[in-house]
């Protein structure tokens, strides 16, 4: 399934390309190329474009998903871009949109079309939108390169928290105190009630956040059951205080995120943190 992660692995992609649309939304037809694998294709280079893109390269896109003249999700009207990570094109293996990533720029608009009936099964559910639809249509803007520790270190700036005392663990966790505690320092094993605050850090999203409940969580810190990142960040921390954990997106969701819980690919995580009891079990 890498050869859809574009579509499939992502939740939505632009109204960049109006000057390029039919009166009902969609693409004209004329001077579409066609790749080795059956993606219809155009690409509109910027006028100033970026570097070639390349496999393994991962990719701020904004885009729209249409299914024939039926538009699905638009990245714009949701307020963020996307990061999308661009594959070696595996020949033989079906529709491949990495064909045509792989020939654009940064800053390149493209429309590609991929046929309905040349879709796995499970993308065949698009038909539930438009029962009649020949294509599933990507719309993309590639912007630039995804790069992590930019987005962290704004992030950080903006904040304020490089003001604070903080460390920078081995696994690029970073921990930023706004209150220390004199409590029992954590560890793995132990059953604590903490307060807890959970951002997305490329959006702002907010998809935790006890602070507005009043209910504290309480939890076994396990290994097994709770982020890489939150581990490695709460172990630094004693019953007491209060700090916030930054979590690169490899010790957090992953290069997939969690679309469904609002977590893009790729997010950095930041966990704002008090420690309100910590037992030895």
Not at 77 to 95: K, Y
Not at 126 to 148: I, W
Not at 223 to 250: C, F, I, M, R, W
């Given at each position: 399934?890498?050869?859809?992660?574009?579509?499939?692995?992502?939740?939505?992609?632009?109204?960049?390309?109006?000057?390029?649309?039919?009166?009902?939304?969609?693409?004209?037809?004329?001077?579409?190329?066609?790749?080795?694998?059956?993606?219809?294709?155009?690409?509109?280079?910027?006028?100033?474009?970026?570097?070639?893109?390349?496999?393994?390269?991962?990719?701020?896109?904004?885009?729209?998903?249409?299914?024939?003249?039926?538009?699905?999700?638009?990245?714009?009207?949701?307020?963020?871009?996307?990061?999308?990570?661009?594959?070696?094109?595996?020949?033989?293996?079906?529709?491949?949109?990495?064909?045509?990533?792989?020939?654009?720029?940064?800053?390149?608009?493209?429309?590609?079309?991929?046929?309905?009936?040349?879709?796995?099964?499970?993308?065949?559910?698009?038909?539930?939108?438009?029962?009649?639809?020949?294509?599933?249509?990507?719309?993309?803007?590639?912007?630039?390169?995804?790069?992590?520790?930019?987005?962290?270190?704004?992030?950080?700036?903006?904040?304020?928290?490089?003001?604070?005392?903080?460390?920078?663990?081995?696994?690029?966790?970073?921990?930023?105190?706004?209150?220390?505690?004199?409590?029992?320092?954590?560890?793995?094993?132990?059953?604590?009630?903490?307060?807890?605050?959970?951002?997305?850090?490329p959006t702002g999203t907010v998809?935790?956040?006890?602070?507005?409940?009043?209910?504290?969580?309480?939890?076994?810190?396990?290994?097994?059951?709770?982020?890489?990142?939150?581990?490695?960040?709460?172990?630094?921390?004693?019953?007491?205080?209060?700090?916030?954990?930054?979590?690169?997106?490899?010790?957090?969701?992953?290069?997939?995120?969690?679309?469904?819980?609002?977590?893009?690919?790729?997010?950095?995580?930041?966990?704002?943190?008090?420690?309100?009891?910590?037992?030895?079990?």
């Open positions: 399934m890498r050869i859809f992660s574009a579509i499939f692995l992502t939740a939505g992609l632009v109204a960049f390309l109006a000057g390029c649309s039919s009166e009902d939304g969609t693409a004209s037809n004329d001077e579409f190329q066609v790749s080795p694998t059956g993606v219809q294709y155009k690409i509109f280079p910027a006028e100033e474009r970026g570097a070639q893109l390349q496999p393994n390269d991962v990719v701020n896109v904004h885009y729209e998903l249409w299914v024939g003249d039926t538009m699905i999700t638009n990245t714009r009207t949701a307020g963020t871009s996307m990061p999308v990570q661009i594959f070696e094109p595996a020949a033989g293996a079906g529709p491949d949109v990495n064909e045509v990533y792989v020939q654009a720029h940064e800053h390149d608009s493209l429309v590609l079309r991929i046929p309905m009936d040349s879709l796995p099964e499970e993308g065949k559910a698009f038909k539930e939108y438009n029962p009649d639809a020949t294509f599933l249509e990507l719309r993309v803007k590639m912007m630039g390169k995804f790069d992590e520790q930019k987005v962290i270190d704004d992030f950080i700036r903006k904040n304020e928290y490089d003001k604070l005392e903080n460390t920078t663990l081995d696994d690029g966790v970073r921990v930023f105190w706004t209150e220390k505690g004199d409590g029992p320092q954590v560890a793995v094993g132990d059953s604590l009630v903490a307060h807890l605050r959970a951002t997305v850090i998809f935790s956040d006890s602070w507005e409940s009043g209910n504290p969580v309480g939890f076994r810190l396990s290994e097994q059951g709770v982020l890489p990142g939150l581990v490695s960040g709460l172990t630094q921390l004693k019953a007491g205080d209060h700090a916030v954990l930054v979590l690169p997106y490899a010790t957090a969701f992953g290069p997939g995120g969690q679309p469904m819980a609002g977590i893009p690919p790729y997010a950095p995580i930041a966990f704002e943190v008090k420690i309100l009891e910590v037992h030895k079990d």
